[in-house]
T-cell receptor, first 112, second 111 residues
Framework: GAGVSQSPSNKVTEKGKDVELRCDPISGHTALYWYRQSLGQGLEFLIYFQGNSAPDKSGLPSDRFSAERTGGSVSTLTIQRTQQEDSAVYLC??????????FGQGTRLTVV | QKEVEQNSGPLSVPEGAIASLNCTYSDRGSQSFFWYRQYSGKSPELIMFIYSNGDKEDGRFTAQLNKASQYVSLLIRDSQPSDSATYLCAVMDTGRRALTFGSGTRLQVQP
């Protein structure tokens, strides 16, 4: 595809349920980022993958959050036992090493 | 201490004026700097990047970098109402080689 693709675009889930958010990066991009943006707020770094290196998980807010990247391409962000404070737009971005990143359209997560 | 600082604004300028957006960063070894624009309800989009001290111009946009002062700015000439958005400064962290974003400056261009 031409750009970063995220799915679903919107997700409404009940408190306590698990959710999986998917990101398809631009082909050939070795760097992949997940950010979270709450309404009216800035970008909160969650996790960073670079090639085959161990991911930088320093931004994950709790152990309910995890992410994996299979085959150096598609990434899945999993939130277990969702809470209302997890409601936000989750943004994925991809790029080449040490260069700019390009964002997907985001997944709007609403926990009710 | 935040690694990338921006004034949250809003910065209000009249149509046709020059808008000046500023950003400071704490990692002295940072080498790569980016400006993203984010319209309300949309994802950030890259508008400029700069790696070397000095100015870099692209159309109505000029990025300025001063590594000694750890300062990067974005000038928008002939501001248009369509430039009204939040502008995010991003710095490539030398440690983990990941992009770190400031909280953004909201720009309002008044017709």
């Amino acid at each position: 595809g031409a750009g970063v693709s995220q799915s679903p675009s919107n997700k409404v889930t009940e408190k306590g349920k698990d959710v999986e958010l998917r990101c398809d990066p631009i082909s050939g991009h070795t760097a992949l980022y997940w950010y979270r943006q709450s309404l009216g707020q800035g970008l909160e770094f969650l996790i960073y993958f670079q090639g085959n290196s161990a991911p930088d998980k320093s931004g994950l807010p709790s152990d309910r959050f995890s992410a994996e990247r299979t085959g150096g391409s598609v990434s899945t962000l999993t939130i277990q036992r969702t809470q209302q404070e997890d409601s936000a737009v989750y943004l994925c971005a991809s790029g080449l090493r040490n260069t700019e990143a390009f964002f997907g359209q985001g997944t709007r997560l609403t926990v009710v | 201490q935040k690694e990338v600082e921006q004034n949250s604004g809003p910065l209000s300028v009249p149509e046709g004026a020059i808008a000046s957006l500023n950003c400071t960063y704490s990692d002295r070894g940072s080498q790569s700097f980016f400006w993203y624009r984010q319209y309300s309800g949309k994802s950030p989009e890259l508008i400029m990047f700069i790696y070397s001290n000095g100015d870099k111009e692209d159309g109505r946009f000029t990025a300025q970098l001063n590594k000694a002062s750890q300062y990067v700015s974005l000038l928008i000439r002939d501001s248009q109402p369509s430039d009204s958005a939040t502008y995010l400064c991003a710095v490539m962290d030398t440690g983990r080689r990941a992009l770190t974003f400031g909280s953004g400056t909201r720009l309002q261009v008044q017709p």
